[in-house]
Nanobody, 126 residues
Framework: QVKLVQSGGGLVQPGGSLRLSCAAS????????INWFRQTPGKEREGVSC????????AYLDSVKDRFTISRDLPGMKSYLQIDDLKFDDTGVYYC???????????????????WGQGTQVTVSS
């Protein structure tokens, strides 16, 4: 019953934009931090952004700061990751994950989400 459904990926030229979505159901969404990760073959999974359910603070990987924006629609039980000025190195599978909040800020590097989305492919190509 508990699940995250992702959408919004695609094939985009450098400099383009995408908005990834992560829709939750069957869970008390307001009590979970939201984390976005990406995975590229040959590279380790990296956390790109997070939003704290405790204090609503956000954090970003340095390489995506000022280009990525995380947001939360609480009534709609959704998170969005707006990606602008896409670069080749942004290519990868993007995953959202929910982590039960325990207070304070969120952290980019987390191991085991309580709930994972299925992932969505972002490909940046000219």
């Amino acid at each position: 019953q508990v699940k995250l459904v992702q959408s919004g990926g695609g094939l985009v030229q450098p400099g383009g934009s995408l908005r990834l979505s992560c829709a939750a159901s069957g869970i008390a969404f307001e009590y979970y931090d939201i984390n976005w990760f990406r995975q590229t073959p040959g590279k380790e999974r990296e956390g790109v952004s997070c939003l704290s359910a405790s204090d609503e603070s956000t954090a970003y990987l340095d390489s995506v700061k000022d280009r990525f924006t995380i947001s939360r629609d609480l009534p709609g039980m959704k998170s969005y990751l707006q990606i602008d000025d896409l670069k080749f190195d942004d290519t990868g599978v993007y995953y959202c994950g929910l982590f039960r909040t325990y207070g304070g800020v969120c952290f980019l590097d987390r191991d085991s989400a309580d709930v994972w989305g299925q992932g969505t492919q972002v490909t940046v190509s000219s």
